[in-house]
C-alpha cells in the first residue's frame, strides 16, 4: 500500500464512524465500497489513459486532515461581494465543507421543490438518495473516494411539472485550507420539472487544499435543467469534480463549466442520453496562468435514437499554464438521427504554455451527424494592431481580444445576472 | 507637419521603400500614387508603426517629434490614422465599443474629459449619417460580416470620429462602387482642414476625381519619382504606368 493511500486509509477510519448515516448497514456499505474501489487502483499515474497528461503526483504529496472542520466565522457580507448571485433569494452556503445554515437562506419553494443540506437529511429519506447516488463501481476512483468520505452537500429535487424559476445557488467557500472536502451535489427533475442550478467552489485561502466533488445529476421525461459550475479556487486548491447526469426521454440539460483560477483543476463529465429525443449542451471555458492546471475530460454517451449533444470547450493559457481537453463522444449501434457537435478551442498567449487537446468519437450507428472541431492558435497580430492603431494601448487592446475570444462562452450562460457577474469576473483577470 | 526623409524600410529582408523624401504640411492633401509593388502600403504602414516592417534609415518628423520612436498607440493618440486597405474583422469586439474606447482613449491623452455613454452615441450617430450607414452596424462586432464597402465606410467613420491631424488612407478606393466612392469622398472630404493634413495612397486616379489633391507623387521602386499638382494624377491616368521604366527600371522590375 501506498503511503498516501495508507494516510486516506487511516482517516477514513477516523473519520467513518461520524460520518452520516453510518448506523445504516446500507451506507456504511456504500462507502466503504467506495473506499475498496479507491484503494484498488490507488493514485492513478500517466500509465492511465485518463491520467496521460495530468499528473497527481503533487496531490500525492499533500497529507492533508480528511472531513469537515469547524469554520471559522464568516459573514454574510464578506460573502455576498464575491458570490455569483448575490441576490439569490435561494442559496446553500458551505464553508471548509459544513452546510451553514445562518448563511444560507431559501425563499419559499413553490409546491414539489425541495431544496436541502444532505447532513440534514434523516436515515429513512437517506436511502433514496443513495439510490441517487448510483454504483460506486461505476465512478471515477476520485469520485470512488468522494463515495467514501463524502459528509454534506445539497440535495434539491423538482416533483414532476414542478419549476423554480430562479436559479439556487449553492455556494462553496473554502476559508482556512490545509484540509480535504468531500461534497456531492444530487439534482434530480422529474418528467416535466424545471430547475437551474449554480454551484460555485470560491476559495478565500491560498493555502494548500483538496476538494473532491460529485455532482449527480437525474432528469426525468421532458425535464429541463440549467447548471452551472464556476471555479474561483485559492493558488493552493487542488479541485476535482465528477459531474454524472442521466437524462431520459426528451430531456434538456445545459451544463455550463467555467475553470477560472486554482493550482489543479480536474473535471470528470459525464451524460447518459438513455432515451429518445434527449439533448445536452456542454459550455466550458477554462484559464491558466503560472504554473496553474485545468483538465476536462468529457463523455457523452448517445445511448438512444434521436438525441443530440452540442459540446463548446474554449480555454485561455498564459504562463506556464497547462490545459487538457478531451472530449469523448459515444454513439451506440442503435442511437441513429444522432446530431453531435464538438469544439475545442484554445489561445495560448505564452510560449510556455500547453494544451492537450483530443476529440474521441466512438461512432456505432450509420446513420447519424457528428463534426467535431479543435484549435490551437495565438493572438492575432493584425487584430492586435489594428486595435492599437485607433489609439487603443497594447494591455487594452490584448485583454479585448482575449475576452473577445473567451466571452461567447460566457455569452450562453441562460441566467443574465449569473452571465453579467461572469462577464466581470472574465474581465477583471485580463486587466490586472 | 511631416517630414520623411531619406526613408528606407524593408518587409522581412526585402528592402521595399529606398529613399523617401516627402514633406507635408498642415492643411495639404497629398497623393501617392504608382503601381502594384512600389511600395505605398509599404510607407503607409511605416507610418502607423506596424511590426514585421523594418526601417532601415532615414528619419520621420511628425509634429516634431520622432515618429519612428513612437508606439502604434501612442501615434494614434498624436492624431496619426490609418485607413486600412484590408480592414480587419475582429469578432467579439463590438464596433461602438472599439470607436469608444479609440475616442476615449486619445481624449485622455490631450488632457480632455472622457465623453459619457449619451454624448458619446450623440456624436457617432451624427457622423454615420455622414457616411450613410446604418444606426445597427454600431452593434455588431468589428467588421465581421462587412462587405467591402461597409467596411472602407466603417474606417472613414473611425476618421470622422477621431478627427485626426494626419490622416493616411491606404487604397481606400479599391473594392468600392462609384456610389460608395462618392460616400466616401464626401467623409474624407468634410474633414479637410487647415490644421489637418492627408495622404491618400492609391493605385488608381478615380479617388482623386472626388477628392482634390494639392499635391500628387509618383512612388516607383521604393522612391518617389515625379511630384506634380492635380494634373500629374490626369497624366498618369492617360499614359499608365508603362513610362517609369525608364525613369525607375527598380520599379518596373518589382511591379506585378
Redesign the interface.
Known amino acids: 500500500m501506498s503511503t498516501a493511500i495508507a494516510h486516506y486509509l487511516a482517516e477514513f477510519e477516523r473519520l467513518a464512524p461520524s460520518l452520516p448515516w453510518q448506523d445504516s448497514p446500507q451506507w456504511q456499505a456504500w462507502r466503504q465500497a467506495g473506499w475498496d474501489h479507491f484503494a484498488a487502483g490507488g493514485f492513478p499515474t500517466a500509465r492511465h489513459e485518463e491520467w496521460k497528461y495530468t499528473s497527481l503526483a503533487a496531490l500525492e504529496k499533500l497529507r492533508l486532515p480528511c472531513g469537515p472542520r469547524a469554520a471559522a466565522p464568516l459573514e454574510w457580507d464578506t460573502l455576498r461581494i464575491r458570490a455569483l448571485l448575490p441576490e439569490a433569494r435561494h442559496r446553500l452556503v458551505f464553508v471548509d465543507g459544513t452546510y451553514q445554515p445562518q448563511l444560507s437562506r431559501l425563499g419559499p419553494l413553490p409546491a414539489g421543490i425541495h431544496v436541502q443540506a444532505l447532513s440534514t437529511q434523516t436515515a429513512e429519506r437517506s436511502a433514496a438518495l443513495q439510490a441517487f447516488l448510483g454504483t460506486v463501481r461505476a465512478r471515477t476512483p476520485f469520485a470512488a473516494l468522494n463515495a467514501a468520505f463524502m459528509a454534506d452537500g445539497v440535495w434539491a429535487s423538482a416533483e414532476a411539472g414542478a419549476c423554480l424559476e430562479e436559479p439556487l445557488l449553492i455556494l462553496h467557500v473554502t476559508s482556512a485550507g490545509h484540509q480535504v472536502h468531500h461534497l456531492a451535489n444530487v439534482v434530480q427533475v422529474a418528467e416535466g420539472a424545471r430547475l437551474t442550478v449554480v454551484e460555485q467552489y470560491l476559495g478565500l485561502t491560498d493555502a494548500p487544499c483538496f476538494l473532491n466533488q460529485v455532482t449527480s445529476l437525474h432528469l426525468g421525461a421532458g425535464a429541463a435543467l440549467t447548471h452551472l459550475k464556476l471555479q474561483q479556487e485559492g493558488a493552493g486548491t487542488y479541485h476535482i469534480g465528477a459531474l454524472q447526469a442521466h437524462q431520459q426521454r426528451d430531456s434538456r440539460l445545459e451544463s455550463h463549466a467555467f475553470a477560472l483560477s486554482g493550482v489543479f483543476g480536474r473535471n470528470d463529465m459525464e451524460t447518459v442520453l438513455a432515451e429518445p429525443g434527449a439533448g445536452v449542451v456542454l459550455k466550458g471555458l477554462y484559464r491558466v496562468a503560472g504554473r496553474e492546471l485545468q483538465d476536462f475530460h468529457t463523455s457523452i454517451r448517445h445511448d438512444s435514437p434521436d438525441c443530440s449533444s452540442e459540446e463548446c470547450f474554449k480555454g485561455v493559457l498564459e504562463g506556464n499554464g497547462r490545459a487538457v481537453f478531451n472530449g469523448k463522444i459515444r454513439v451506440a449501434r442503435d442511437a441513429q438521427h444522432t446530431v453531435s457537435q464538438q469544439t475545442n478551442h484554445n489561445l495560448l498567449l505564452s510560449d510556455q504554455a500547453e494544451v492537450d487537446t483530443k476529440p474521441q468519437l466512438e461512432i456505432f450507428a450509420d446513420d447519424v451527424k457528428c463534426s467535431h472541431g479543435t484549435t490551437v492558435g495565438q493572438l492575432?497580430?493584425?487584430?492586435w494592431?489594428?486595435?492599437?492603431?485607433?489609439?487603443?494601448?497594447?494591455d487594452?487592446?490584448r485583454a479585448?481580444?482575449i475576452?473577445?475570444?473567451a466571452?461567447?462562452i460566457v455569452a450562453s450562460v441562460p441566467v443574465p445576472a449569473v452571465r453579467e457577474a461572469l462577464e466581470q469576473l472574465v474581465r477583471s483577470r485580463d486587466h490586472v | 507637419m511631416l517630414i520623411i526623409k531619406e526613408l528606407h524600410a524593408a518587409v522581412g529582408d526585402k528592402p521595399i521603400l529606398k529613399g523617401i523624401n516627402l514633406t507635408v504640411r498642415a492643411g495639404e492633401v497629398h497623393a501617392i500614387m504608382g503601381p502594384n509593388g512600389s511600395g505605398k502600403s509599404t510607407l503607409s504602414n511605416v507610418l502607423a508603426g506596424r511590426e514585421n516592417m523594418t526601417v532601415t534609415a532615414g528619419s520621420v518628423q511628425y509634429l516634431g517629434q520622432d515618429l519612428l520612436a513612437m508606439e502604434v498607440e501612442e501615434r494614434a493618440r498624436a492624431g496619426v490614422f490609418l485607413a486600412f486597405q484590408y480592414p480587419v474583422e475582429i469578432p467579439g469586439v463590438g464596433n461602438v465599443y472599439l470607436l469608444k474606447a479609440a475616442l476615449n482613449a486619445q481624449r485622455k491623452h490631450r488632457g480632455l474629459p472622457e465623453l459619457d455613454a449619451m454624448e458619446f452615441l450623440a456624436l457617432v450617430k451624427d457622423k454615420m449619417k455622414l457616411m450613410e450607414m446604418s444606426e445597427s452596424m454600431l452593434y455588431r462586432a468589428v467588421n465581421e460580416g462587412f462587405s467591402g464597402g461597409e467596411k472602407k465606410r466603417n474606417e472613414i467613420l473611425q476618421m470622422a470620429v477621431l478627427e485626426p491631424t494626419l490622416s493616411i488612407l491606404d487604397e481606400t478606393d479599391s473594392g468600392l462602387d462609384i456610389d460608395a466612392l462618392k460616400i466616401v469622398a464626401n467623409g474624407v472630404n468634410s474633414l479637410r482642414h487647415p490644421e489637418r493634413a492627408m495622404i491618400l495612397v492609391t493605385h488608381y486616379q478615380r479617388l482623386l476625381e472626388v477628392i482634390t489633391p494639392d499635391f500628387v507623387h509618383v512612388l516607383a521602386g521604393g522612391r518617389i519619382v515625379r511630384s506634380g499638382g492635380p494634373e500629374l494624377a490626369h497624366e498618369l491616368e492617360k499614359q499608365g504606368y508603362a513610362w517609369l521604366g525608364s525613369e525607375a527600371p527598380e520599379g518596373k522590375s518589382s511591379a506585378t
Request: charged share 25%; aromatic share 14%; glycine share 8%.
Open positions: 492575432d497580430e493584425s487584430q494592431f489594428y486595435l492599437r492603431s485607433r489609439g487603443i494601448g497594447a487594452l487592446a479585448l481580444l475576452e473577445a475570444f466571452l461567447d
